[in-house]
């Protein structure tokens, strides 16, 4: 019976990001806040236009759930009420929260997690020309990032992987076309990729064209993105991708995206959690479920002008289990 309160905040990114898609300035985020007993959880989502929603959808969907909220829709009821998506991805995480407050233990525990450990989380390249990318990818690796996620998905991209690869050669690679490759071209730049040395790429195709993945030799692990959100639907995918990038906001909370973790490795996948462009408070349950995954993308926070604070503790590549006082 908890008092549903929430606001829209705005994060200045530092610099431009930009992505096959388009480019942004500043990060908008809601985040929702559940109080009960003199206690408040907190929870961030990022609606994301590439799947239908708005910041002000978003925020009315959450608003509408206040009097069923006060009246007792609990965590569990929340999961029947809303679909996948930001919506529910940040009462969910909001209820965890509370429910961590209320009673004392750490969310890890309640949810049956073993201890948490600090994790390497891959740094994102902007998508830029080839240029701009390999100074980029030479002054992370120099500033203690050696894992490094290129933003592709447009002309060019061959001659970026080279760049990349020559001002960076000892650095761990992924890349992210954001469905940005045609199928035509899929086979070279897969290559591409290969003989660059990049470990796993994200969602080279359309996710409503992605059949291909199934037919062709994949020299490089292929994982899908866009292509996959809750667990609906995986198992369809298993002779396309060779991995799934796990994230809250579109797997609908945190409740959601440790069941889809689970599921995902019961079929053979690779796990990789990711993030939207947020802050320190998005960040700090997809931390929980990164817990389990080959690869790692939560650096939201290091992308922004500013972050919150108390914000998760980042040493070079290396981000820390949140303090109570931020989530959980």
Not at 121 to 131: C, G, H, R, V
Not at 163 to 174: S, V
Request: aromatic share 4%; proline share 7%; with cysteine.
């Amino acid at each position: 019976m908890a008092q549903l309160a929430l606001s829209i905040e705005r994060f200045p990114i530092a610099g431009t990001f930009t992505i096959a898609r388009g480019s942004k300035t500043e990060a908008v985020v809601v985040e929702a806040r559940l109080t009960h007993n003199g206690a408040t959880g907190r929870g961030e989502c990022v609606p994301y236009g590439r799947y239908g929603e708005t910041v002000e959808g978003v925020a009315a969907a959450i608003a509408a759930l206040g009097p069923d909220i006060a009246a007792g829709l609990d965590r569990e009821a929340l999961q029947y009420r809303l679909p996948p998506g930001a919506a529910r991805n940040a009462l969910d995480c909001a209820f965890w929260d509370l429910e961590a407050k209320h009673s004392g233990m750490r969310v890890e525990e309640r949810a049956g997690l073993a201890a948490l450990h600090p994790l390497i989380t891959a740094f994102t390249l902007s998508l830029d020309t080839p240029e701009a990318m390999a100074q980029a990818a030479a002054a992370a690796t120099a500033a203690g990032r050696p894992l490094l996620k290129l933003k592709l998905g447009a002309p060019g991209d061959r001659a970026r992987l080279r760049a990349i690869r020559a001002a960076a050669p000892d650095a761990r690679l992924i890349v992210d076309a954001n469905e940005g490759w045609a199928p035509v071209d899929l086979p070279l730049l897969l290559d591409a990729c290969a003989a660059a040395g990049v470990e796993l790429v994200e969602q080279p195709l359309p996710a409503s064209d992605d059949r291909m993945l199934a037919r062709i030799e994949r020299p490089v692990p292929v994982c899908a993105d866009e292509s996959v959100h809750d667990r609906a639907g995986l198992a369809a995918l298993r002779e396309r991708y060779d991995a799934v990038n796990i994230k809250l906001d579109k797997a609908g909370g945190f409740t959601e995206a440790l069941a889809l973790a689970e599921a995902a490795e019961g079929l053979g996948f690779g796990v990789m959690v990711g993030c939207m462009l947020a802050s320190s408070l998005a960040m700090a349950p997809a931390l929980l479920v990164a817990q389990r995954a080959q690869v790692v993308d939560l650096d939201g926070p290091l992308l922004l002008a500013r972050d919150r604070t108390p914000g998760l503790r980042y040493e070079g590549a290396v981000v820390y289990p949140p303090e109570p006082e931020l989530w959980g």
